[in-house]
Each structure stands twice: as structure tokens, then as C-alpha cells.
């Protein structure tokens, strides 16, 4: 067991930080740093610098554009990523429907969609909750009946992040009543400007729009939009769901986010002297880092394990629970270290960053709403009672 | 020993359970909470009506003598019914502060006021650099003459927007660290060179930044001894956080009540998800923090009410550390218990569980009260 990196790895951790900081766009680094909304163009701007350097998909195979980098590899790209502030690439393309699509989609469907999802050209969005399927996904009722050389789709989709963005939309549907749950359920590509496709807005309790109902009413979606075997959508659902997982574990953002917590903690005053010098709060940052450094030791494991473009088993869902878990304590941490100045409320500051003289510390405005939306990041991606389902069931056999 | 309520408290509690149910439900909180000053005026009548804004005082300033054991009742109704109206900043804070410190004839000019529901307070105490810090005061009133000139700032000052004056704690003496030296000041909310930034805040509610630039004072707009506010700012202030631990009582019955009810209607996996015992657990959870938040919140009502310094300190500050706790233990795991669904700006969960959050932070958080509690 060795931590170190080999000459060959340190000399492209400085070329990784180098291009970022000749081409990461200042702007949308002051957006990330200060915890501001990013919007559409944001996205797109970033992934198709990283495109262009063919460094946008570190997870694909090189065959299909990938740069045939080895786990550690990946991993120094994560974390100079986290270091510089970096905007995360929208996952729902590149990480989740890609490797599908790779795996289980046609040659055609892999020609007609990869290239556009690596250069950005057109945005993904998942379509997988319905309101009355959230932890029981393989209940969902979206109906995909057959007609001739269509599907004709009804149904509604919820929590579709940036659905109001997207050009298209991965789904999963009902396409046989008779089978049991699972088994009816079929992979399947919607263009979200299809007629009938129409999606409405979610308010969540920061205030923001993110997430979307997509409702789908007799929507004429051509056959060979089908990825795989119809009926066997839950087998890719599943193997999509473990990319979706490891992804939102985010160490290298977590350890970005103590940095930004020590900063805060050490403008801000308490009795005379910076907050960061008071021995409880400093206790609670200590106890989070530890969390985080475990974690982090058990994500190397992992990852050291998985050879290029295989997904993950069961131990997603343990850095799922724990990345999670981090992340929403150093919310709290964030909210707690500017005292009262969490009250302040200003829409057009989470947007925009403060067009006048802050109240309280620069960033404070946005901490008491980041603490409240991330609740959501322990029901997202399969909530983690159902990861932990998940664990007893796969890796405990109970 | 008696810990029921008395057959007047029940009845007081009984009126305004009516109230938030026939003028305050959810929809309407809402609609007030944008409406740009972040109370109705209607309401604030019917307060006055209902003889809420009396509670604490004694009854020759129009009052009704019920004391910390009333403003707990009236304190969790506003909690069950996320009420925004400036029942803490008026009556729980400005009202006592006039009654504890105020002369004879400041109080005579002014309860009956607020008792009617005439004149709004609001109190200035918090400052940049403090933090949690009550004595922590670097805002200025120097003596010239028979006047005072204030100047120097305060922060998220809530409810200064609709108050009719505001009462400000500054420094005439002494290092900016030290409880002596502080006085009150009575501060019209037109007065010239007093200059404000009104805004929302993440729980609904309203507040401002507030800065005075040598604001002239007479010598009747001093409240209390000077010099000598530190102890009477530390009373109201720990009457005022035993009330907000009353509020969370109400928030967090409201959020257990309807969490138990959420369990048992959704439905996953051809079930009510309140058939799996991991979320039974939770939810029982839930309810025992409920039941000791309640426990701590009339023992601090008794204690501030008996008035023996030690014990107040060490009982409110209990409280409000089960307060602090409560935003894990009970509106994280409300959040989660209802899914995504728990996070939409359109349920009411969402708004229950940012009001507990925001909580802890309001008269010093989990932290300083754990600390403040083992120092007394």
C-alpha cells in the first residue's frame, strides 16, 4: 500500500492544474467559490472547453473519446477539479445515459447520440420518479403502448433536474401490464419537444426552479428510441443507477467545501476573535474532516478496484450514504458559522451574488438555503434507507 | 405541584387554536409572508382583541398578568401555525423590555398602547462582530448635555420596518467586551439620521439593517438605569428564547403530526410506507423529541417565571439546546420521512422545517448554549 503518486502521475496532476487555470472560465469560478446558481450556458460553456481538450468524459472507454486514463488518473482530475473549483459536467449524458448507451444501445443509437452528448449539443434529462414512484421505482405507471412503428407514451415524470433545459430525455416505462413489476419496464429515448411533452415547474425550498414535472400525454415516440430489449429497462435502469451514486459521492467538492467553511470561520468574529479559534466549532469541523478523510481512503479503495467503464456493485451505496452525509453536515457547519446573518434572504443574490453591500459576510445569504435544498441529496439517486436496503440485501445477504 | 395548565391558559390556547384555524391557514401565511411587511394589520387587531398583546403585563398597564406560562401558550400556537405577525419583536421583547426597565411613566405611556394594539417595538441587539455575544456592544450613545447622541449600527433587527419605535441597546460606557456600560434607548422609527435596509428573511419573515448617525435622544428616551442594561437585556432576552423554545414545540408538533400521517397514506412497494419498522422507529423518534422539547420548555417557562438567575440560565438554555438539536432531530428527519416531496416550497413541511432550522440560530445557538449551561 502506497499513497504516493509515481513521477508519471505528479507530471499530469500539474498538467491537469495548469489547463485549468489557463481555461476555466474565471466567472463561472466566482459562481462555484461563492455558492452561486449556475445557469444553462454555464454548463455548456465548461464541457465544451473540457470536449475540446478531450478530457470531458474521463469515464468513457477510449473508443468512444475517453482518455484512457487509469483509476488514479481519474481520480487527480476529480480532485485538481475540486481544488480549482470546478463546475461539475451535468451528469445526466455523460455519466449516466452514455455508458448505457455503450453497453446496452444499438451501433445507430450510438452513433446518432454520443458524439452530441460529448460536445454538449444536446442536453440530457432523466425521467425515472413518477409522484407515486419514488423509492418503489419499479412501480412506476408511464405507459409505452406499441403502435405499428411507435410508442404512444402517457404518463408524468417528476424531480427531472433541469428538465426545462433539455432536448431530450432518457425515461423509464411501463411498456407490458402482465409481468411482474421489474419486468415490464422498458429503456426508452423521448425528444422533449415532441407533441405532448410539456413539463412544469418545481419550487424547492431554497426558492429556486431546478427540478421540473414532465408530463408526457400521448407522446408518438419512434421504435428504434428503444435502448435494448423491451422489458428489460430495470436491468439498465440498475446498472445506470450505480454510476448515478458513485457520482454524488464528491470528495473532492467536500474537501473544497472545509476549505470554504475555514475561510468563513476565520472572517467571522466571536468574543473578540476570529469564530475558527472557538474550540467547539473547531471540534465540529475536526469531526466532519475525519468523516471526510475516511471516506475518502474507502472511494480510493473502490475506485482502485474498478477497471475503466465497468460500473460499480453494492459499494456505491455506501459512499452514496456517506458522501451525502458530509456533504449536508458542512451545510450546516456553513449556516452555523455566520450566526444570525443566515436570516437574510435575497433571490437575485443566489443568482447573481450581491449587486450591493452584502449583508453580514459576503457569502451568507446562500448558506441557509444551500443547508435546506441539500436535504435533498439523502432522497435523491435512491434515498439512503433504500441504500442501506440495499447493503443488507447485496453485500450482507440478509 | 401542578403541571397542568390553568382553566385560563386553556382558554386562551382554545381562542387562538380557533384563530389559526379559521384565519391562518397555510395558503394565507403565505400570502402574508409576501405581502412586503410580513404581518396583516387585521390580525394584529385581533390580536389585540383576543387580548394577546396583554399577556405578559401586569394588569395596571392593561395587561393580563399571565407571565412566561402565557407567552409559552401563545408562543407554540404561533408555532403550529408558522404566524408571522411581530408578536416576539413587539410583545415578548419590546413589551418586557419597557416593563422590566422602563420608568413609571414610560411605562404608563406605553403598555396600554401596545396592549391595544396601537404601537409596534422592535429590538436592536444584534452587531456585526458579536455573534452570540449579548455584551458584545460597540454601537455608541454619548451623553452631551441632557441628550444622547447614538451612532454605530444593528443587525437583522426583526420587524423594525412596521415598529413604531425601536428600542436600542448601546455602549455609554466602558470596553466593548463588558457587560457594564450598556444602556437602553427608546429610538422613534423616524427619527433623522437613523438610516435602514428592510429585507426578507430565509424563514418568512421580515427584518433590517439598521445604522444611526449621531441621532439625537432626549434624556426621556433612555430606558432603565444607565449604564446598567446588561442584566435586564440578559432576562428578556432568556424570556424571549424560552418563548421561541414554546414556538418549536408548536413547529415540531405540527411536523411529527403530519410526518405520521404522511407514513401512513404514501404508498411504496404495495404498502404504507409507515408499515416498515425503520421509519416507525423515526417517527417515534421524532415524538420523543417532541415530548422532552415540551418538558424543557415548561420547565424554562417555570424558571424564567420564578426569576432565580442560575436556574433560568440553566433551564433555558436546555431548552434551547433541544431547540438547536430539533433541527436535526426532527426537521431533517421530517425532510427525509416525506421524500422530495418535503422539500417543495408547496407543502408546508418545507416551511415548518426552515422555521425550526432558522431557529437555532435566534438568541445564540445549540453551541453557546451548551457552553452557557455548563458555565452557570
Not at chain 1, 182 to 204: E, N, R, W, Y
Request: with cysteine.
Amino acid at each position: 500500500m502506497d499513497l504516493n503518486y509515481t513521477p508519471e502521475d505528479q507530471a499530469f496532476q500539474l498538467e491537469v492544474r495548469e489547463f485549468l487555470r489557463q481555461n476555466y472560465p474565471k466567472d463561472i469560478q466566482d459562481k462555484v467559490a461563492n455558492g452561486i446558481a449556475l445557469k444553462k450556458d454555464d454548463y455548456v460553456r465548461w464541457q465544451k472547453i473540457l470536449a475540446k481538450q478531450g478530457w470531458v468524459a474521463p469515464g468513457w472507454p477510449e473508443q468512444h473519446g475517453g482518455p484512457g486514463w487509469t483509476p488514479v488518473q481519474k481520480y487527480i482530475f476529480d480532485e485538481e477539479c475540486g481544488a480549482a473549483n470546478c463546475l461539475r459536467t451535468v451528469a445526466f449524458g455523460l455519466v449516466m445515459l452514455a455508458p448505457v448507451l455503450m453497453k446496452y444501445g444499438s451501433d445507430e443509437q450510438r452513433e446518432k447520440y454520443l458524439a452530441d452528448i460529448y460536445n454538449s449539443d444536446v442536453w440530457w434529462c432523466q425521467g425515472y420518479s413518477e409522484p407515486n414512484a419514488g423509492s418503489d421505482l419499479a412501480s412506476l405507471q408511464t405507459k409505452a403502448v406499441k403502435q405499428g412503428d411507435h410508442y404512444i407514451v402517457n404518463g408524468s415524470k417528476t424531480w427531472t433536474t433541469h428538465g426545462h433545459y433539455a432536448d431530450k430525455m432518457f425515461t423509464l416505462v411501463r411498456t407490458s401490464q402482465e409481468d411482474k413489476k421489474q419486468k415490464g419496464i422498458s429503456f426508452l429515448l423521448i425528444d422533449m419537444d415532441a407533441p405532448g411533452v410539456s413539463t412544469s415547474p418545481i419550487v424547492t425550498i431554497d426558492g429556486m426552479h431546478v427540478v421540473n414535472q414532465v408530463f408526457l400525454e400521448d407522446v408518438k415516440v419512434p421504435v428504434e428510441n428503444l435502448v435494448g430489449v423491451e422489458g428489460e429497462g430495470w436491468t439498465i435502469a440498475k446498472s445506470l443507477l450505480m454510476h448515478e451514486r458513485t457520482y454524488i459521492a464528491q470528495v473532492p467538492r467536500s474537501k473544497k467545501q472545509i476549505e470554504r467553511l475555514k475561510k468563513i470561520a476565520s472572517e467571522e468574529r466571536y468574543n473578540g476573535k476570529p469564530l475558527i479559534e472557538d474550540q467547539s466549532f473547531k471540534a465540529k469541523i475536526s469531526a466532519v474532516e475525519i468523516e471526510l478523510m475516511a471516506l475518502e481512503m474507502t472511494n480510493l479503495r473502490v475506485l482502485s478496484k474498478i477497471s475503466a467503464g465497468e460500473a460499480p456493485g453494492a459499494e456505491s451505496s455506501l459512499l452514496k450514504i456517506k458522501g451525502t452525509e458530509v456533504q449536508q453536515a458542512i451545510t450546516a457547519l456553513l449556516m452555523e458559522a455566520v450566526g444570525y446573518y443566515a436570516f437574510p434572504y435575497n433571490k437575485v443574490t443566489m443568482t447573481q451574488g450581491w449587486q450591493e453591500e452584502p449583508i453580514g459576510h459576503e457569502q451568507a445569504a446562500m448558506l441557509a438555503p444551500h443547508y435546506f435544498d441539500w436535504r435533498k441529496s439523502s432522497i435523491y439517486g435512491g434515498s439512503n434507507e433504500i441504500q442501506k436496503n440495499i447493503m443488507a440485501k447485496a453485500v450482507l445477504g440478509l | 405541584m401542578n403541571l397542568e395548565l390553568s382553566e385560563e391558559m386553556v382558554m386562551l390556547q382554545d381562542a387562538l387554536n380557533k384563530f389559526l384555524q379559521n384565519e391562518y391557514d397555510f395558503e394565507k401565511r403565505q400570502q402574508i409572508s409576501r405581502n412586503g411587511i410580513g404581518y396583516k394589520e387585521e390580525n394584529w387587531q385581533s390580536f389585540a382583541d383576543m387580548g394577546l398583546l396583554g399577556v405578559p403585563f401586569e394588569e395596571q398597564y392593561g395587561g393580563f398578568g399571565f407571565g412566561q406560562t402565557g407567552l409559552c401558550v401563545v408562543m407554540e400556537a404561533i408555532g403550529k401555525g408558522l404566524v408571522l405577525e411581530p408578536y416576539l419583536s413587539s410583545v415578548v421583547l419590546g413589551g418586557q423590555l419597557i416593563q422590566q426597565a422602563g420608568s413609571e411613566a414610560q411605562k404608563e405611556a406605553l403598555l396600554p398602547l401596545l396592549v391595544g394594539g396601537e404601537l409596534k417595538l422592535a429590538f436592536a441587539y444584534v452587531e456585526r462582530q458579536a455573534r452570540y455575544n449579548l455584551s458584545d456592544v460597540e454601537c455608541r450613545a454619548e451623553k452631551k448635555g441632557e441628550q444622547f447622541s447614538l451612532s454605530g449600527s444593528k443587525s437583522v433587527v426583526f420587524n423594525a420596518e412596521t415598529a413604531d419605535k425601536i428600542i436600542v441597546a448601546a455602549r455609554t460606557s466602558g470596553d466593548n467586551i463588558s457587560e457594564k456600560g450598556i444602556s437602553l434607548f427608546i429610538v422613534d422609527s423616524k427619527a433623522a439620521g437613523m438610516q435602514a435596509r428592510h429585507y426578507e428573511t430565509f424563514d418568512g419573515l421580515r427584518a433590517s439593517e439598521l445604522s444611526f448617525d449621531n441621532v439625537v435622544l432626549d434624556s426621556d428616551a433612555l430606558l432603565g438605569t444607565v449604564d446598567e442594561a446588561y442584566p435586564i437585556i440578559e432576562s428578556v432576552i432568556d424570556s424571549a428564547a424560552a418563548a421561541i423554545c414554546a414556538e418549536g414545540v408548536g413547529v415540531v408538533s405540527e411536523l411529527r403530526q403530519k410526518t405520521v400521517e404522511y407514513l401512513k397514506t404514501r404508498k411504496q412497494f404495495n404498502q404504507a410506507i409507515g408499515n416498515f419498522q425503520v421509519l416507525q422507529h423515526r417517527a417515534v423518534d421524532m415524538f420523543m423529541a417532541e415530548e422532552q422539547m415540551r418538558s424543557l420548555s415548561y420547565l424554562a417557562a417555570i424558571k424564567v417565571t420564578e426569576g432565580e438567575p442560575v436556574g433560568r440560565v440553566k433551564s433555558v438554555s436546555a431548552a434551547k439546546v433541544y431547540l438547536g438539536d430539533a433541527r436535526a432531530t426532527v426537521g431533517e428527519q421530517a425532510a427525509q420521512l416525506h421524500g422530495g416531496i418535503g422539500v417543495t416550497d408547496e407543502l408546508d413541511v418545507a416551511h415548518y422545517v426552515k422555521r425550526l432550522g432558522m431557529l437555532n440560530a435566534l438568541f445564540g445557538d445549540r453551541d453557546y448554549h451548551l457552553q452557557r449551561f455548563s458555565q452557570a
